[in-house]
């Protein structure tokens, strides 16, 4: 009998417990800065993303029921590069909820191409930055938020030896997509991306010709497409070339996952 009552009495502890943790509501740009704000704040946050899975961050306008959650958040963790959204968006969203917290994920990194999180090392600055400002708001639980971030770290530099070993054997490293959006992931592991559309717009009849053209010099047969935008373009250079489209998602949720796999169809794409 006494040994019910100690596990109901532990069981019942472990749900008050779980109902006194007051979460930090922090609102993301991308997907991707979901990921690690939710990896280093486990269930110390909630956390809503502004541009839902499949949206382009160029053009998505907020619902209103985003908005309503802006009212209610206490961190704003932003991409802090050029993308549209954040340019069109963002002061607005802040006029809504003055108290609420600026995270600015790009401190310390000097980029021009807008696509920051798509780099591994990258990722781990960005990390510290949303780990900087959870300790700023919460600073009761540093350490809690420090050992996650370590942990955190430790899988990106995993994931970055795997992808450079996965990668390690080829000898053209020449890929296109149609978004330029994997600039920095190719510096990382010493890629070449070539890009089918010019500020944001798809090519005309001649530079399609030299697309196609310098695919074939490369020895490039897939072509890269990200699913917010048409595959239009992709389908008929793929058609010149002999070649496939393929898919892949610069603002997939999971992050180590997603570019595991774009380093598993780049390595398969060369390879055959």
């Not at 958040?73 to 993308?83: E, M, N, Q």
């Not at 780990?131 to 600073?139: A, E, N, R």
């Not at 050992?147 to 020449?174: A, F, H, P, V, W």
């Amino acid at each position: 009998m006494l040994k019910f009552i100690f596990i109901f009495l532990l069981l019942f502890s472990k749900i008050v417990y779980a109902q006194d943790i007051e979460k930090i509501n922090v609102v993301v740009t991308i997907a991707p800065l979901a990921y690690f704000v939710e990896e280093i704040g486990k269930d110390r946050v909630d956390v809503s993303v502004m541009v839902p899975s499949g949206a382009d961050p160029h053009s998505y306008e907020p619902s209103v029921s985003q908005m309503k959650k802006i009212d209610k958040a206490d961190i704003y963790v932003k991409i802090g590069t050029a993308i549209d959204f954040e340019i069109d968006w963002l002061d607005k969203l802040f006029d809504l909820n003055k108290n609420m917290r600026n995270c600015d994920s790009s401190l310390g990194i000097n980029a021009d191409d807008p696509h920051i999180w798509l780099s591994v090392e990258y990722a781990k600055i960005i990390s510290k930055n949303i780990k900087d400002t959870l300790v700023g708001f919460d600073p009761d639980n540093k350490d809690f938020y420090e050992k996650n971030t370590l942990d955190l770290i430790q899988r990106l530099d995993d994931l970055k030896k795997e992808i450079n070993l996965k990668l390690s054997g080829l000898k053209n490293r020449s890929f296109l997509v149609i978004h330029p959006a994997w600039e920095y992931f190719a510096q990382d592991f010493n890629l070449k991306q070539f890009v089918v559309e010019y500020e944001g717009k798809e090519p005309g009849p001649k530079a399609m010709a030299e697309i196609i053209n310098n695919a074939k010099q490369n020895n490039i047969k897939v072509v890269f497409v990200s699913p917010q935008f048409s595959k239009k373009s992709a389908q008929v250079i793929a058609s010149e070339i002999g070649g496939r489209v393929e898919e892949i998602d610069p603002l997939a949720y999971d992050y180590i996952e997603n570019l595991r796999k774009a380093a598993d169809l780049i390595q398969l794409k060369i390879k055959n």
